[in-house]
């Protein structure tokens, strides 16, 4: 979900309870379907990405694309960032490490900036992890879209239901990442805000 759509808690409910982006992998669509042009294919997240045949069929949709490096070689990701360039299709890298959950000290945010500088493309992350606060940090990296899977009790059956979070941990991230985009500013070495200045001279009185 794109940070520039994170409004406020009504609309995050909207959005990805009622369903309003269609958001699906790739690998439960069948091949045939996607001569089918009802198929929404906006924003989707590419599992198949070792079937060159299909990536360039969704490329040449030219259909913005949100491609998970999870279980991916450097090959890999080279063989479909070269597909969806040569098909003009726009797209974004999503970095990804597929265990459920993912152990933390697997998941390497460092490589978000590893894929910036060798793709140029823009570059996203996808959280397996549990808990909100690694996806939160990852903002500090620069990222243009973020992904968590979503249930409604992560008590529940399934092999991802662990590395997912409930309504609340959405909320949660949400207030935690918009905290972070306004501390993270901008440079300002040396400044001295007037604040600050009013706590100084206090000191400096006694």
């Keep these: ?41 906006k924003d989707d997240f590419i599992w198949e990405r070792f079937d060159k045949e299909l990536l360039k069929n969704i490329a040449q949709r030219k259909k913005h694309t949100f491609i998970s490096t999870g279980m991916s070689t450097e090959k890999d990701i080279d063989n479909a960032v070269k597909i969806f360039k040569e098909n003009n299709c726009p797209f974004e890298l999503m970095h990804c490490v597929s265990t459920y959950p993912a152990k933390t000290q697997d998941l390497n945010l460092q490589t978000i900036n590893s894929l910036k500088q060798r793709y140029k493309c823009k570059v996203g992350y996808s959280g397996h992890e549990n808990g909100v606060v690694v996806s939160s940090s990852a903002v500090l990296y620069g990222i243009n879209s973020l992904e968590r899977h979503i249930t409604l009790d992560r008590t529940m059956y399934g092999s991802d239901q662990s590395a997912s979070i409930e309504y609340n941990g959405m909320i949660n991230l949400v207030h935690n990442i918009k905290k972070i985009m306004i501390a993270r500013g901008e440079e300002k070495l040396g400044h001295v805000s007037p604040e600050e200045l009013i706590v100084a001279n206090k000191l400096r009185s006694h």
Excluded: G, T
């Excluded at 979900?1 to 790739?26: A, C, G, R, T």
């Design 1 to 41: 979900y794109s940070f520039k759509k994170w409004q406020s808690e009504d609309e995050i409910h909207q959005s990805v309870f009622n369903k309003k982006y269609s958001i699906f992998s790739l690998n439960k669509v069948q091949e045939s379907e996607f001569a089918n042009e009802n198929v929404p294919l």
